[in-house]
């Protein structure tokens, strides 16, 4: 898990550092919320490489309530189109790194003596592939020209291994991208 994390941190550095300058820095705030009603927040960047096509790299977290708390980190490649009114859908794929936490109390562990112990609650360390479908998305840039894009997206996004499993989720991510502007001087 820990090469996966240093996978994805080469990935995400090369791909912020080497902004290809278009004078603008999308950042995007979210909501997002695990099972749609698990509160979470997650911001991210998008760098735009290719005919609709962008990189993306977002950090976050949820609550789901008397369950978990998850952190995450994934990046991943969207294809978007953007209609001349403003109107876009997208999809994308990617991967990332999940570390969940259990509510609820202490968790317990036998030794091979019988003798019962409180185990430590240090999370655990998940492999986070997902699926983005960009239902709708608002770009004020087209026709008000203002710099801020809205989006609603569903994520369906998988936790493994979970029982020697992969455990789906899905998540509804609402949202705005600021396209800061960098100073051309």
């Given at each position: 898990m820990?090469?996966?994390l240093?996978?994805?941190l080469?990935?995400?550095?090369?791909?912020?550092?080497a902004h290809?300058?278009?004078g603008?820095i999308?950042?995007n705030?979210?909501?997002?919320?695990?099972?749609?009603?698990?509160p979470g927040?997650e911001?991210?960047?998008e760098?735009?490489f290719y005919?609709?096509?962008?990189?993306?790299?977002?950090i976050?977290?949820?609550i789901?309530?008397?369950?978990?708390t998850?952190?995450y980190?994934n990046s991943g490649?969207?294809w978007?189109h953007?209609?001349?009114v403003?109107?876009?859908?997208?999809?994308?794929?990617?991967f990332?790194?999940?570390?969940?936490?259990?509510h609820?109390?202490?968790?317990?562990?036998?030794?091979?003596?019988g003798d019962i112990?409180?185990?430590p609650?240090?999370?655990r360390?998940?492999f986070?592939?997902l699926i983005?479908l960009?239902l709708?998305?608002?770009?004020?840039?087209n026709n008000?020209?203002i710099p801020?894009?809205?989006?609603?997206?569903?994520?369906i996004f998988?936790?493994f291994p979970?029982?020697?499993?992969?455990?789906?989720?899905?998540?509804?991510?609402?949202?705005?991208?600021?396209?800061f502007?960098?100073?051309q001087?």
């Amino acid at each position: 898990m820990k090469k996966i994390l240093v996978f994805l941190l080469l990935i995400t550095g090369s791909a912020v550092f080497a902004h290809g300058g278009g004078g603008v820095i999308p950042v995007n705030f979210s909501y997002f919320g695990e099972t749609i009603i698990h509160p979470g927040f997650e911001i991210g960047y998008e760098n735009a490489f290719y005919n609709g096509f962008n990189f993306t790299v977002s950090i976050g977290f949820y609550i789901h309530q008397r369950n978990h708390t998850g952190f995450y980190f994934n990046s991943g490649i969207n294809w978007r189109h953007t209609f001349p009114v403003g109107y876009s859908m997208e999809f994308g794929i990617g991967f990332g790194y999940l570390h969940t936490f259990v509510h609820g109390g202490d968790t317990y562990t036998v030794d091979d003596n019988g003798d019962i112990f409180v185990k430590p609650n240090y999370g655990r360390s998940n492999f986070m592939p997902l699926i983005k479908l960009g239902l709708f998305g608002w770009d004020l840039r087209n026709n008000a020209g203002i710099p801020i894009r809205i989006n609603l997206d569903v994520i369906i996004f998988g936790q493994f291994p979970y029982n020697n499993f992969i455990m789906p989720h899905i998540a509804l991510k609402t949202g705005t991208t600021y396209f800061f502007e960098l100073d051309q001087n």
